[in-house]
């Protein structure tokens, strides 16, 4: 870790062998949303699925799964958050906290089959209640 960003790197063998099969739509994804945030965007960009959601006060949570053995990276600001180990569906998690309201947190974890992200400026236990809904 730097004092100011994570990055975050995973590389082939370190997943189980064969290629994931991809889920269908809504597997894969958090089940749970924080009340009043709805799916607004959904994208695919080569092995790595993208939503965003969004609540009516335009509040924004983005979530990023990338399968895995594939190489990959995810960069996270790290400047003004707190780091803190938990576990996310019996999984190492990393959960950064933002030090300010007005900042992103962000969740990074992975299991056998895919690394996840989520970033928002929501409370970070809504973000763990989110990865723990995800299905396995």
Known sequence: WASDHAAIQYQDGQASSGEPSPPENSEGKPRYLPEGFVEVETSQINSSLIAKYRNDQGELILFRRSS?????????????????????????????????????????????????????????????????????
């Open 68 to 136: 895995l053995p594939m190489e990959g990276a995810f960069f996270i600001d790290t400047e003004r958050t707190t780091r803190t180990e938990i576990e996310i569906q019996g999984e190492k998690a990393s959960l950064f906290t933002a030090n300010e309201p007005d900042e992103m947190s962000s969740l990074v974890w992975q299991n056998h089959s895919y690394s996840f992200l989520l970033s928002s400026k929501i409370s970070p236990k809504e973000l763990v209640k989110m990865a723990e809904s995800i299905s396995k």
